[in-house]
């Protein structure tokens, strides 16, 4: 198989779990490259449930290997946790799941920080994040105040750097009238958990490389979605690394040219966690069923994830910024007992018509769905075994999606089983 990025090309949520459990059948290698535990990807196998949060969801498949790139912000107690729970669940990690000497640590104080910011009384500047540290731990590396995972193992000078950034940060959550955060404590569970993960720890670019020489095949998984991209989502309601497809080099060290294709990943309607606009979105009975036949709560958080209809401009634009040459389209079967169904295909921003995102969240905030309405199919297509199987209206749906955003259909899934995923190119 080609090397491959797979991204969400919406708010996150998009089912990427599911898709890269299927596609792995046939890769050597997943690379998560960037995020850190704000990211949950649930996938079925058989009757068991997995919810991962760091490690990639390739580990459920025995002979996959799974790396954490460097572009990742790892908080080593939840990584940790994670190992231990899929090894009481039975799956052997260690030779298999490579973390990053250079990927940055999330440390306690970037949680209480990212929690602080969050608490805040002012509305409008929630950006209603997972408060997993993620904003914080990548702030400290763009200004170089970070400790890398290759730090946390190195006992001679861990104890050190620990004490000297709790400190200055100690000062800052003070200021936002917060708990400071015990130095002692964070170097003994550091201690601790660095010695877990030791083993652990390497130089994946080298390992990348190596594989990438050797013929083998790597898919890069991305976590969130495109419009949560710091650079190209909806700033600032984004998270805080490129989950865009470029990422998968900044975040991994492989070079663009040893991509072959982009895959992005669209819910077959769509939905966002967290503040900031959404211009499908639903607050009527429709959003409701939505909700309900899609179980959209987060799985990182538990929160109730906004819904609303297909975007089609947020899917072309996504299309163009990542590159996708081929669609993973899931959750078809949420629409199964719609009588029609609604996509938006441009935005009217004060009487003007848009058919390409705008960068200003002011002028966003403004836009209103301009839709076109299909015939739903009214049956359930969560038997089906593969395309030809969906209802005609179902086709006629996912053709016109893959002609408004631009690139090929690939995958259709229509439940949440490995079964319920139609391969159709990819
Ligand atoms: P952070 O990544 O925790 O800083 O949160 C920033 C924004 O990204 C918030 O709106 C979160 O709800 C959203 N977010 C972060 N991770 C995910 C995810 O895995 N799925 C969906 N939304 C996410």
Redesign the pocket.
């Known amino acids: 198989m080609p090397n491959s990025v797979l991204i969400?090309a919406q708010?996150?949520?998009e089912g990427k779990g599911k898709i890269i459990d299927v596609l792995t059948e046939d890769v050597d290698i997943v690379v998560r490259y960037q995020?850190?535990g704000?990211?949950?990807?649930t996938v079925e196998v058989g009757d068991e449930r997995y919810i991962l949060h760091l490690v990639p969801s390739g580990i459920l498949r025995e002979d996959t290997h799974c790396v954490i790139g460097n572009g990742v912000v790892v908080d080593p107690l939840t990584l940790s946790e994670e190992i231990r729970e899929l090894e009481k669940r039975g799956f052997s990690l260690c030779g298999r799941l490579h973390v990053s000497d250079r990927a940055h640590v999330v440390l306690p104080y970037h949680r209480e920080l990212?929690a602080g910011r969050e608490n805040t009384s002012d509305e409008n500047s929630k950006?209603?994040?997972?408060?997993?540290?993620?904003?914080p731990t990548y702030g400290d590396k763009a200004s170089r105040r970070g400790i890398r995972m290759g730090d946390l193992v190195d006992e001679n000078t861990l104890d050190e750097m620990i004490i000297e950034r709790v400190d200055e940060n100690n000062r800052v959550l003070a200021a936002m009238g917060a708990q400071p955060v015990e130095a002692a404590e964070v170097v003994t569970s550091y201690r601790e958990v660095a010695r877990f993960l030791a083993p652990y720890i390497s130089d994946t670019v080298s390992l990348l490389h190596d594989a990438h020489a050797d013929g083998k095949s790597i898919l890069f998984e991305g976590?969130?979605?495109t419009m949560?991209d710091i650079d190209f989502g909806t700033f600032p309601?984004?998270?805080?690394?490129n989950a865009t497809s470029g990422g998968a080099c900044t975040g991994t060290g492989i070079a663009p040219n040893a991509i072959d294709r982009v895959i992005g990943v669209v819910k077959a309607y769509t939905?966002?966690?967290?503040?900031?606009p959404f211009p499908t979105e639903l607050f009527d009975e429709a959003g409701e069923t939505l909700s309900r036949e899609g179980k959209e709560f987060?799985?990182?958080?538990g929160?109730p994830?906004r819904c609303g209809w297909f975007d089609a401009v947020v899917a072309r634009y996504s299309a163009m910024v990542n590159g996708v040459d081929l669609w993973a389209i899931t959750k078809l079967d949420v629409l199964d007992s719609f009588e029609s169904i609604k996509i938006c295909v441009a935005y009217d921003c004060d009487g003007k018509r848009l058919e390409r995102m705008p960068a200003n969240i002011r002028q966003f905030e403004r836009c209103r769905p301009i839709y076109e309405e299909m015939e739903g199919w009214c049956t359930s297509t969560r038997e089906a075994a593969g395309y030809d199987d969906l209802p005609a209206a179902a086709r006629l749906y996912l053709e016109r999606l893959c002609e408004l955003s631009g690139g090929e259909l690939g995958i259709v899934s229509v439940g949440p089983r490995r079964a319920s995923t139609l391969r159709i190119a990819l």
Not at 38 to 41: L, S
Not at 298 to 301: D, K, N, P, S
């Open positions: 969400g708010w996150g949520d995020g850190g704000n990211a949950g990807h990212d950006i209603g994040t997972t408060k997993r540290g993620i904003g976590a969130q979605g949560l309601y984004v998270t805080s690394s939905t966002r966690v967290g503040a900031g987060g799985a990182t958080t929160r994830r």
